[in-house]
């Protein structure tokens, strides 16, 4: 099955960072959008964290992150970023990469494990 690839989760403690990166090189990258949502624990529905859209003209981030997290993308490298400083416990997720086009495509990668520690 055709997946993004996530990696750069672990275990950090409160006021930390960590670099999440998302690789997707069999997609056509530079036609879709990219988001990263994550899942908390105990909850059944992922939550949008950021979103970046074609040729990175615009980026979206969810309130609970704005200021502390960063996405990015590199459509050469076919790569998208995120950027996570000054995480706190309730950052504590399974982080995912969301990929989609225009036309309804979409991919969920595996998720990486991000664990803030008090």
């Known amino acids: 099955q055709l997946r993004p690839v996530e990696s750069g989760g672990g275990l950090v403690q409160s006021g930390g960072s960590l670099r999440l990166s998302c690789a997707a090189s069999?997609?056509?990258?530079?036609?879709?959008?990219v988001a990263w949502y994550r899942q908390t624990p105990g909850n059944e529905e992922r939550e949008l964290v950021a979103?970046?859209?074609?040729?990175?003209?615009?980026?979206i981030y969810s309130d609970f992150v704005k200021g502390r997290f960063t996405i990015t993308r590199d459509d050469d490298a076919r790569t998208s970023s995120l950027q996570m400083n000054n995480l706190t416990p309730d950052d504590t997720a399974v982080y995912y990469c969301?990929?989609?086009?225009?036309?309804?495509?979409?991919?969920w990668g595996q998720g990486t494990q991000v664990t803030v520690s008090s």
């Open positions: 069999k997609f056509a990258f530079h036609w879709m959008i």
């Open positions: 969301y990929l989609r086009t225009d036309a309804g495509h979409h991919y």
């Open positions: 979103e970046i859209t074609l040729g990175s003209k615009n980026s």
